[in-house]
């Protein structure tokens, strides 16, 4: 393998593999099923170890990161997860979806003026980036602001822990990682202290200390919007690129801009894998694991990820998609799977079909003008920077 085709991927130059690669789907859901045995402590873990110079800026700022969600394998997980799964109860979900179809058919309607001003128009800026991030302040029941800084920092946190940035780069990102965590700080206590309910006031009614609602806000503010603007953008790629079998015109349908999004959950989607990392000596599928050993857990397809050759991979079952294999969803492990399954699955899958429908309803006559753009390409994060169309006829 050569090293411009690793780098190409996101893998360090290297090309060497950290972590114990499983991609059959029945095997990462056992792991999922597992917690005792593979812990979620490696979750948020920075891919790459932070430089003296970018930690010194973390401290600076107060940054903290104690276990609370997604990385936390202590008994206060339940308790903390019942009280963030209150404001994604299904009927809140449900309840939202005029609000989100409101935004997603203003945002469609600036992107064709956009189109009819310009001749062409990128879907990732103009319908995808914006609707989740307010959507999910508002379901928070957190004050709506500075929504494209909130974008930008959550850009660069996932780079800074999901990537592979050399130490100037990380400087640069540190900084960013700093202004987000202390805007966050301060919404924090002021959302604490304020009379209206809001996630941060029921988690500090619950126990939690402001360090770790601040931890638990860092990544579910990145998580609960971001992801869905990388759905998004995967989905729209795919539709104006054509090659999932339902056409343009056809996503201007509702259950078919649900079935795209459904497909594309299935096979790429925009959280293709999670880590864990075995808490004790234990077996999987008959192999000793050693404890301390870190997995790499294949949830959906890696355009593009080399791992078929990587040493130590479980490539069983690897050529089925989770489209093709039986799972609880019609998307199989797109949002994991057990105590730490994503609470934002249906959110996101109704956002995503909701914008995916009104862009394609309020746009018509177009095509793709970049068929190969530039991808995000993290360990554990993936889709299109750009997704930009031009008139069929320009």
Known sequence: MSAAATTEVGLPESGACPYRVLRNPDTVREVLHRPQDFSPANALLAVTPLSGRALRVLQKARFALPPVLASNDTGTH???????????????????EPRIRALARESAARAAQLMASGGSVDLVQAVAADPPAIVML????????????????SLDSLELFWGWPD???QLELAHSTADFYSWLRELVLESVASPEPNLFNALARHGLSTPGICSLG?????????????LISTTLFR??????GISWCEAASAPKARDLVRHVLATESSVPTWRRVAS??????????????????????????PWADTAGADTAGAETSGADRPGPTPYGLAFGSGIHRCLGAKLAELEAAVVVHETAAALKGVRLRDSNPDWLRLLSFQAPRTVTLEFLYS
Do not use: C
């Open 239 to 244: 539709l104006a690129e054509g090659s999932r």
């Open 167 to 169: 130490e100037d780069r």
């Open 218 to 230: 860092y990544f579910l503010l990145i998580a609960g919007q971001e992801t869905t603007t990388q």
């Open 138 to 153: 508002e379901m928070l029941g957190l004050p709506v602001r500075d929504v494209p800084a909130l974008k930008a920092w």
């Open 280 to 305: 004790q000596d234990t077996e999987l599928d008959g192999q000793r694991i050693p404890a301390g050993e870190e997995i790499l857990l294949e949830l959906t397809g890696n355009h593009g990820f």
């Open 78 to 96: 339940a308790g903390i997860r019942k009280v963030v799964a209150g404001f994604f109860t299904p009927a809140k979900v449900a309840a939202m």
